[in-house]
């Protein structure tokens, strides 16, 4: 069992930046692989950022490269996305999810390999 709580959302003007955190708790020692997705309304929940946490390897979304940066703190068990020049459409839930198999990187940033998932932290991107 695992739980996970996301923190650090809010609003800004675009071209902002945010820092999200994710705290787990449990058996975090079980998480092979975790990740940040977002939904917006009437939209389906989008893989981010995704991390290997045994080997620190990082992946992202084609539209988030070069500008978010996934990351954790294993002393911590908190994982991080830091988000830089925000974007209006880039407004959404923030969720962190977690899983304990070992998934393909074609699956790591699709949300069905993963079995917990924070509540999530609102980010509102202004013009």
């Known amino acids: 069992q695992v739980q996970l709580v996301e923190s650090g959302g809010g609003s800004m003007q675009a071209g902002g930046s945010l820092r999200l955190s994710c705290a787990a708790s449990g058996n975090v020692a079980s998480n092979y692989c975790m990740g940040w997705f977002r939904q917006a309304p009437g939209k389906e929940r989008e893989g981010v950022a995704g991390?290997?946490?045994?080997?620190?390897?990082?992946y992202y979304s084609d539209s988030v490269k070069g500008r978010f940066t996934i990351s954790q703190d294993k002393a911590k068990s908190t994982l991080y996305l830091q988000m830089n020049s925000l974007k209006p459409e880039e407004t959404a839930m923030y969720y962190c999810?977690?899983?304990?198999?070992?998934?393909?990187?074609?699956?790591?940033?699709?949300?069905?390999?993963?079995?917990?998932w924070g509540q999530g932290t609102q980010v509102t991107v202004s013009s």
């Open positions: 991390i290997y946490t045994g080997v620190d390897n990082t």
């Open positions: 999810a977690a899983t304990n198999s070992r998934l393909w990187v074609g699956s790591l940033l699709r949300p069905y390999g993963y079995n917990y």
